[in-house]
C-alpha cells in the first residue's frame, strides 16, 4: 500500500509556471513507478506523463514545456510545468505503480490539486 498527497497547485498566468510535488507513504517508493495524470472539468482523466527509473513518457499536449523528476530520497516526484497555458487548467493527480497512458493500470491515487491558468 501506498499512500500519495500532491501540492503546489494554484492559478498562474499564462506563460508562467508551477511545479507539483507529490509526497508518497507506506511501501517502498522507490520501486513504484510513478505518473501525473489530469481532469479538466467535464472532461475525462488524462494522461500527462510518467517516470520509470531514468526513462520519462510524455503526453504530446506537455511534452517540451513539463518535466517530471523524483527524489526517491525524499519519496517525492515532481512534475515541472513551464510555459503554461489556459488549456492546461485541470485537477492535477499523481499515481503510482504504472508507467503506461492508461489510469486504470494504476493502483494508488493521490487526492488531486487544482492548477488554474488564466489568459
Known amino acids: 500500500q501506498v499512500q500519495l498527497v500532491e501540492s503546489g497547485g494554484g492559478l498562474v498566468q499564462a506563460g508562467g509556471s508551477l511545479r507539483l510535488s507529490c509526497a508518497a507513504s507506506?511501501?517502498?517508493?522507490?520501486?513504484?513507478?510513478m505518473g501525473w495524470f489530469r481532469q479538466a472539468p467535464g472532461k475525462e482523466r488524462e494522461f500527462v506523463g510518467s517516470i520509470r527509473g531514468s526513462s520519462r513518457y510524455y503526453a504530446d499536449s506537455v511534452k517540451g514545456r513539463f518535466t517530471i523528476s523524483r527524489d526517491n530520497a525524499k519519496n517525492t516526484v515532481y512534475l515541472q510545468m513551464n510555459s503554461l497555458k489556459p488549456e492546461d487548467t485541470a485537477v492535477y493527480y499523481c499515481?503510482?505503480?504504472?508507467?503506461?497512458?492508461?489510469?486504470?493500470?494504476?493502483?494508488?491515487w493521490g487526492q488531486g490539486t487544482q492548477v488554474t491558468v488564466s489568459s
Open positions: 507506506g511501501r517502498t517508493f522507490s520501486s513504484f513507478h
Open positions: 499515481a503510482a505503480g504504472a508507467y503506461g497512458p492508461s489510469q486504470y493500470e494504476y493502483p494508488y
